[in-house]
């Protein structure tokens, strides 16, 4: 097959790999401001908790190889790469309550929560 | 006469060095062909199987990794339906460029969805034990690309 390079067509987005509410851009710009000046946030998917898959959230300084880089409202998330497929539509949430604050993830993809809340299944 | 000699030793030397070095720098960034007909023909197969709509077979050519984060064929697929739609129905799929990344190959192709717009889809593959190529990750990327 032979290929050659043209203009693409008109295209519309894909759907969002994931998106930030208000709160959880003001919070990671506040962190990207203070407390982790010069690093990221990585999101992955890994397998643990009671019902399979949790979010797992780590500091970086700079996106790993494959890792895609997700702004939104100006504020940059690093998403695993083995993540995109678990993740796509996700918004990601800052939360504040009376005992704990934390980013949260509003995922379409989810079919369950375990009761603790910790862990998901799709 | 002694000290020619030992020039031209020299240059050998260094001639052999750099074409060490050249070669490792080749061997860095290309996948060997039989890697690359292996990797491509793992994309294809599980491509067919989206066509044919057999979950189970297109499950089998994710990693056993992935196979256990996602539990079952059923609800690989139906990710794959929801958020894929350009790699589960594509109107016209073609191979570019293949990379390794570490011991994984990545593989990026251009896709023209169902909806008839152009995207990138990159394929992380992973060599398993016994020899053979799995999806380990696919990530689909909105961005200009070759259209065929």
Redesign the interface.
């Known amino acids: ?6 203009a ?2 008109p ?5 969002p790999l994931m998106s930030l509410t208000d709160a959880a851009a003001d919070r990671l710009r506040s962190l990207y401001e203070k407390g982790q000046a010069g690093m990221l946030l990585r999101v992955a ?1 890994g ?1 643990k908790g009671c019902s ?2 949790s979010y797992d959230m780590n500091w970086v300084e700079a996106p790993g ?2 890792d ?1 880089l997700v702004t939104d409202k100006g504020v940059s998330v690093v998403v695993d ?2 993540a ?3 993740l ?2 996700t918004v990601m949430d800052y939360q504040v309550q009376a005992l704990s604050s934390g980013f949260t993830f509003i995922n ?2 989810e ?1 369950g929560r375990c009761g603790c809340g910790e862990s998901f ?2 | 006469m002694r000290r020619e000699l030992s020039r031209l030793t020299a240059a050998g030397f260094f001639l052999m060095i750099g074409g060490c070095w050249s070669a490792a720098a080749r061997a860095d960034d290309t996948v060997a062909p039989g890697d690359l007909a292996a990797i491509q023909q793992v994309i294809t197969s599980q491509e067919d199987a989206f066509q044919h709509d057999d979950s189970t077979k297109a499950f089998g050519y994710a990693t056993p ?2 196979q ?4 079952d064929a059923t ?1 690989f697929m ?3 339906k ?3 739609q ?1 790699v589960y129905r594509p109107k016209s799929f ?1 191979f570019n460029n293949a990379h390794p ?2 011991d994984s190959i ?1 593989q990026e192709a ?1 896709v023209v969805g169902p ?5 990138t889809a ?1 394929y ?1 593959m992973e060599r398993q034990p016994d020899g053979t190529w799995r999806i ?7 961005r ?5």
């Not at chain 1, 097959?1 to 043209?6: D, G, P, V």
């Not at chain 1, 295209?11 to 759907?15: D, F, G, I, N």
């Not at chain 2, 909806?115 to 995207?119: A, F, I, K, R």
């Open positions: 097959m032979s290929t050659t390079l043209t693409a067509k295209r519309r987005a894909l759907p998917v397998t399979g898959l190889p494959g895609e790469r083995k995109t497929l678990f796509i539509g379409p993809n079919k299944h799709v | 990794e992935l256990t984060m996602f539990g609800n139906s990710l794959v929801r958020g894929y350009p073609t990344d570490g990545v251009s909806d008839g717009l152009l995207h990159i992380t380990a990750a696919c990530q689909l990327i909105d200009p690309s070759i259209s065929s």
